[in-house]
């Protein structure tokens, strides 16, 4: 739409951009930091509806899923849902 992921760029480039900061999520969660772990599992999904948006749908590689518009509000009603699950949600088990 935009450009974006045009030129040398590989077609998976921003997948794996994408599970980059969900794992880093996952390590921060296991680290016993679940609310910013989480919060960046939520950022991974706000990026991958990003992505979806301004990547050429021949460039997006495996973000794209259904059509643009129906990933697009998946992926950022899933990141925004957990996003602010782990804003608001104070005590637990996993506290610190």
């Known amino acids: 739409m ?4 045009g030129g040398r760029a590989p077609v998976h480039l921003w997948f794996a951009l ?3 900061v969900a794992l880093s999520g996952m390590v ?6 679940w609310r910013e772990g989480a919060a960046l599992l939520g950022g991974a999904f706000l990026l991958a509806a990003v992505l979806r948006v301004v990547v050429d749908p021949e460039r997006v590689g495996l973000l794209a899923i ?7 509000v998946l992926y950022g009603a899933l990141g925004l849902v957990i996003v602010a699950v782990a804003v608001t949600i104070k005590g637990g088990p996993l506290s610190a």
């Open 18 to 20: 994408v599970v980059l």
């Open 66 to 72: 259904r059509s643009r518009w129906v990933d697009v």
């Open 2 to 5: 935009f450009g974006f992921g």
């Open 28 to 33: 921060w969660v296991a680290m016993s930091h």
